[in-house]
């Protein structure tokens, strides 16, 4: 970046210049969302870290006596937040609510492919010091931040930040063995992998690294090695992802005065960017369909302020923006969407299930025809019409055990339930004749595990869902092997199935989730966007 330019807008910025401050958070957010969603790989906190930066380098602004080194000083204070972040929270703590994965992130916006894609995935297996380190270096070897402002960031002399980039790195060349060697077919690797829950950590990093170094197999390469700063040399920032949300109240606090209501076009237009930026009291949601700005104590706006970014996401037809939207605003609540699967416990074998509500049914049309037979990632099927539909799952942990990416709908236009489980069992009931009864639908001590993304509903063999509409369902098998058939279904099929129990050989009964009303369960994983990849829906949609 021009360097005289952004000395121009710091200093103005700090005489109090509204628009300068407006670049200067819309120009920067994007590099502080890379530093931290790299270091915490995308955890649910990095949102607040992010905004937690930002909020003080806008309140302190006025301290920094140097206008040159806003950019070190910036980088600095996102670094100190990590770290915070890390001090205030137990390793268990750290694990409980993860959110997007930044690795995968970092594919899908860049379209990362071969090495490059080897080098994101590898950063996984990184430990928190590695990974916020890392954070650093590859925007050095980007070209975004220099060798002094990565060790002045980590708080240490040059000498010192050769000595850990070095060590970082070669952990980095180990784990990106890990990743190569994972994604071949060593049988000897099964068998190491086999009580592994597909989760990355340093234990399972320094098993499977023997493994690879000892494996003729897993050792070798099909392709020369390109070292990770040639990879990484000249790759742009991920920009913020749609629904990205920053929301600063900076009061009196702050060293700018921003007193105005209302953003400037030059901001709003940076969203298509993609980039955030807010003052008092301000919200602005990246690809969102409204912005509402208003300093403490102001009226209300009349009229909301509509950003040039175009939303990403098809709205419910009943969830119109309110025309004032503002903190004190009522919406009419719309109850579909309003309810999501939680994780529950399996039912009493013996345990009936309630009635299933009936509903209008029209028939349901398929672009696999009666049964869709869904085998690899990226496989779809299209349904539309009224009426139920069947999910049949086959896990396959015998051919490849870890975690599972849930199949996904998109696309929707009008409404999905989730109606009811059947199929005489779920999937981590044991087996009949399993020995100890260790074997289940999800895998065993022998095979290893299919692992479900923490706070994913236990699937049933059979899931049926009724929809009123068009939604596209698509397989993202990336880790365990897995396949679904997909087959529209009748009232009367879901209901047999369900109280099929116990009496007649089965597991257990089904279970009916349907409420009878809009507030029935939707799937987990369901948007009526339509994202270039699938496998990118957030676990608990909304609609």
């Known amino acids: 970046m021009d360097s005289e330019h952004w000395r121009a807008v710091v200093t103005a910025a700090q005489d109090g210049d509204r628009r300068a401050l407006d670049e200067l958070v819309a120009g920067w957010l994007p590099l502080v969302y890379n530093i931290v969603g790299r270091a915490l790989n995308g955890h649910a906190d990095v949102d607040d870290v992010v905004q937690e930066t930002m909020l003080r380098a806008v309140g302190n602004l006025g301290s920094l006596r140097d206008p040159d080194s806003f950019r070190s000083w910036l980088v600095a204070i996102a670094m100190r937040q990590i770290r915070d972040r890390a001090r205030r929270k137990t390793p268990d703590r750290l694990e409980e609510a993860e959110a997007s994965d930044f690795a995968e992130l970092t594919v899908l916006r860049l379209q990362l492919e071969g090495q490059r894609r080897e080098v994101a995935e590898a950063v996984r297996w990184l430990d928190g010091e590695d990974r916020q380190l890392l954070s650093l270096w590859w925007l050095e070897v980007a070209g975004e931040l220099t060798r002094r402002e990565l060790a002045a960031a980590v708080g240490i002399t040059r000498q010192h930040a050769a000595v850990r980039v070095q060590r970082m790195k070669e952990r980095l060349e180990t784990s990106r063995g890990i990743v190569r060697a994972l994604d071949g077919a060593c049988p000897g690797l099964r068998e190491v992998t086999g009580r592994w829950d597909g989760r990355p950590d340093s234990v399972w990093r320094k098993r499977l690294a023997r493994h690879v170094r000892g494996c003729g197999y897993c ?11 040639r990879l990484l040399a000249g790759i742009a920032l991920v920009p913020l992802p749609v629904g990205f949300t920053l929301s600063l109240a900076f009061g009196g606090k702050t060293a700018v005065a921003v007193t105005s209501v209302g953003w400037s076009a030059k901001l709003l237009g940076a969203l298509t960017k993609p980039a955030v930026a807010m003052t008092a009291g301000a919200t602005i949601v990246a690809g969102g369909a409204y912005v509402v700005t208003q300093p403490p104590d102001a009226p209300p706006p009349r009229a909301a302020v509509t950003p040039t970014a175009t939303p990403r996401s098809e709205p419910p037809p009943s969830a119109t923006p309110s025309p004032t939207p503002s903190s004190s605003a009522k919406r009419k609540a719309d109850p579909y969407g309003t309810v999501v699967d939680a994780v529950d416990r399996a039912p009493d074998p013996n345990a009936r299930p309630a009635a299933l509500p009936r509903r209008p049914e029209s028939g349901i049309t398929s672009t696999g025809g009666p049964k869709a037979v869904m085998q690899h990632r990226g496989d779809s099927v299209t349904l539309s019409g009224r009426g139920f539909v069947q999910v049949r799952w086959q896990i396959s942990p015998h051919s490849r055990p870890g975690r599972v990416v849930m199949p996904t709908w998109t696309g929707l236009k009008g409404r999905l339930f989730h109606v009811a489980s059947g199929g005489s069992r779920r999937m981590d009931d044991p087996l009949p004749g399993a020995p100890n009864g260790y074997a289940t639908g999800m895998g065993g001590p022998d095979i290893g595990y299919a692992v479900l993304p923490p706070g994913t ?3 049933w063999q059979n899931e049926y869902f009724y929809l009123d509409g068009t939604v596209t369902l698509t397989q993202n098998e990336r880790g365990c092997d897995y396949g679904i058939a997909v087959s529209p279904s009748n009232w009367e099929a879901v209901d047999e199935d369900v109280n099929e129990g116990p009496p007649q050989g089965a597991i257990r009964y ?19 966007s339509a994202p270039a990849d699938p496998a990118t829906v957030p676990q608990r949609s909304r609609v």
Do not use: C, H, K
């Open 219 to 229: 050792g070798g390469t099909r392709e020369a090695v390109v070292p990770a700063e």
């Open 510 to 528: 089904g279970l009916v989730r349907d409420t009878g009303t809009d507030s029935a369960p939707v799937p987990q994983y369901l948007t009526r």
């Open 457 to 459: 509903q236990q699937m």
